[in-house]
């Protein structure tokens, strides 16, 4: 069943195919923090230092969202809606604990399962950087832990539980591109949607670790593009080059000029790309998001497309990685008695 409109079938695969067949969809992605939240290892936020921009050579070190960050929340997103709906297995899968094997999530993302078998996922995503200096993107907060009387002390005892910790702030800018490989139209639509929809990254997402996706582009490819670090910088560059200066600490940046710089500086390196690309960005890229985000907000539509993903994924789970298990043992008891039969 067709669900797009605005969109060539060529760009897509009828089924998912059990080899690598060359076709890459990459999502050009600006993740915008909207709170204070936590990307974070061992306590301390993550940070890399690096160069600037592609022009401007001086290293600077920028705040560090590595891609389990991200990859994490968005598929959450995608296996709350498929228990939501009642679809497929999602309601048996336990993240990270007891994967079912056979629902988008599974197939798309990715599972290991210690000897039970594994997928490798088919959503690639690299660590994004901020495009702001670390010093300028992140604010130190004491946080306290008050008695029920909301004070700090009872009975004139001063509770010792203070503490601070380093938070991002709210206007920070992470350039990221999300690449899915050899998917169907409903698999497009599965990830699309989950970038959409996921708003809280990082540690203690309950309480803060609100982020907004704001995608600038689709690019159709027949293999990988530039690096999520590289477009940074060129993003930078762009900005900082503007007139008048677009980046000027501590000040935040503009979310209407980061977009504007993101989408230049992306086609700008593009146009440097060795491999067969079609890209759909600006006018083109507004009538296709669009057409997906009145998908995504019809109920029936949505569980229409999120049925039609979970079948892709179950006919390629029980042709591909169900079967595999047995597949192997045959070719394993083959082998045995190959190698019994030259020994004797």
């Known amino acids: 069943m067709k669900l797009l409109k605005t969109l060539d079938s060529k760009f897509f695969h009828e089924a998912i195919p059990a080899k690598p067949m060359g076709k890459y969809v990459h ?12 990307f974070q290892t061992d306590g301390e936020l993550n940070k890399a230092r690096v160069r600037a921009g592609i022009e401007n050579k001086e290293p600077i070190s920028r705040l560090a969202m590595f891609k389990r960050k991200q990859s994490t929340p968005e598929r959450l997103t995608g296996r709350e809606l498929l228990r939501k709906y009642n679809i497929g297995d999602a309601e048996k899968c336990d993240y990270n604990f007891d994967f079912s094997k056979t629902t988008p999530d599974c197939i798309l993302y990715g599972f290991a399962i210690g000897d ?22 992140h604010l130190n907060f004491t946080l306290n832990a008050p ?9 004139g005892e001063v509770t010792s539980r203070i503490n601070s910790q380093d938070h991002i702030l709210p206007q920070v800018f992470f350039p990221s591109i999300v690449t899915l490989k050899d998917a169907t139209e409903a698999g497009f639509l599965y990830v699309f949607n989950n970038i959409l929809r996921t708003r809280h990254y990082g540690a203690q997402t309950t309480r803060t670790g609100r982020v907004r996706n704001e995608l600038v582009g689709i690019i159709f490819a027949d293999g ?12 930078y560059d762009v900005m900082s080059n503007a007139t008048p200066k ?3 600490p501590p000040d935040p940046l503009n ?15 593009m ?13 083109s890229f507004t009538q296709l998001l669009s057409e997906v985000k009145s998908i995504t907000s019809d109920e029936t539509r949505l569980q229409e497309m999120l049925s039609q993903a979970n079948a892709e994924s179950s006919v390629y789970a029980q042709t591909w990685v169900l079967k595999s298990g047995k597949k192997d043992a045959k070719k394993d008891t083959k082998n045995n008695k190959k190698a019994t039969a030259v020994t004797e």
Not at 28 to 38: A, G
Not at 123 to 134: C, E, K, L, N
Not at 224 to 235: A, D
């Open 116 to 137: 039970s078998g594994s997928e490798k996922s088919k959503v690639v995503v690299d660590t994004a950087y901020s495009i702001t200096p670390f010093d300028d993107s």
């Open 224 to 235: 990988e593009i530039v690096s999520n670090l590289l477009w940074t910088q060129k993003i």
């Open 147 to 155: 008695w029920e009387n909301g004070t700090m002390s009872r009975q």
């Open 27 to 38: 999502f050009i992605t600006i993740r915008v923090t909207e709170s204070y939240p936590l």
């Open 271 to 283: 146009s440097q790309e060795c491999i067969s690309h079609t890209d759909f960005i600006g006018t």
């Open 255 to 269: 979310e209407d000029e980061v977009l504007e710089a993101a989408t230049q500086a992306i086609t700008a390196l």
């Open 246 to 248: 677009q980046i000027n």
